[in-house]
């Protein structure tokens, strides 16, 4: 047998029994078994298509995933805490069982999505570090393990400056968000930046429209000043100054 087809059958013995698990403990995450299968082939998706090799062979999964569903799924989903903290449990023992490794135990979080029918998932799978994993992490303790940017800022819609002074800033059409932006096309939580060693990180939540930066589509990237990024078509360009952004220029949008 082959590289590739011993991968192949990794993979279909690794969805086979994360449906298994789906379908049993976890079974109040999903409505059907038509929704674990495909919970099932998502993740299996994300982990062969995903996944990155290291010099030594080893095979490196993605250890973020965002779970996306509609607000009112995403509610009902976040109330299962004990049972997603063990889905991703066993997601990471199978799929080092499956021959992955992680850079460090996976996270799963529940993101809101209203462009997603009622009791579907969009599951997107990312790699992060330890300390850049802060989705759902409290400002403060962000704050004591990243390095800010310093005047770091976003030009929206060409006109409006909004300074960037967090280590978690997350943006989206919800009002809950940072910076909120009231456009249709974007999704309720569309992106969040975050402070990693002195630079800014965009990751895209899983959004229905795409982000991307400089015209090529992201679902992670560290940000350069003078990059132009677009959230579904709302344009913004990230910049750094050596001065800082006085009051008189902050965004007029909704900041938090």
Known sequence: MNAKSFLK????????????????????????????HEIANQLRRI??????????????APNYFLLAAS????????????????LE????????EAGFTFASPPIIRIVDDEEIPYQQINISGYFAQENTATHGMSEEKAIDSCEIPQNAFLIV???????????????????????VLDDPRVSRQHAQLRAVRGQYMLF????????????????????????????????????EDSQPISKTQKLSLTSK
């Open 204 to 239: 895209d939540l899983g959004s229905a429209g795409g982000t991307t930066v400089n015209n090529q589509r992201i679902r992670q990237a560290i940000l350069s000043s003078g990059d132009v990024i677009s959230l579904a078509g709302v344009p913004l360009v990230y910049g």
């Open 71 to 86: 607000p009112l799924y995403a509610d009902k989903l976040r109330k299962e805490q004990r049972l997603l903290k063990e």
């Open 9 to 36: 059958e990794h993979f279909v013995k690794l969805e086979q029994r994360l449906k298994v698990l789906i379908e049993g403990s976890t079974a109040r995450f999903v409505s059907s078994e038509m929704n674990s």
């Open 89 to 96: 449990e066993e997601l990471e023992r199978l799929a080092i």
């Open 157 to 179: 819609n060409g006109v409006h400056i909004f300074p960037l002074d967090k280590a978690v800033i997350n943006i989206g059409r919800h009002p809950d968000n940072h910076l």
């Open 47 to 60: 982990l062969q298509e995903e996944h990155q090799v290291l010099e030594d062979g080893r095979l490196l």
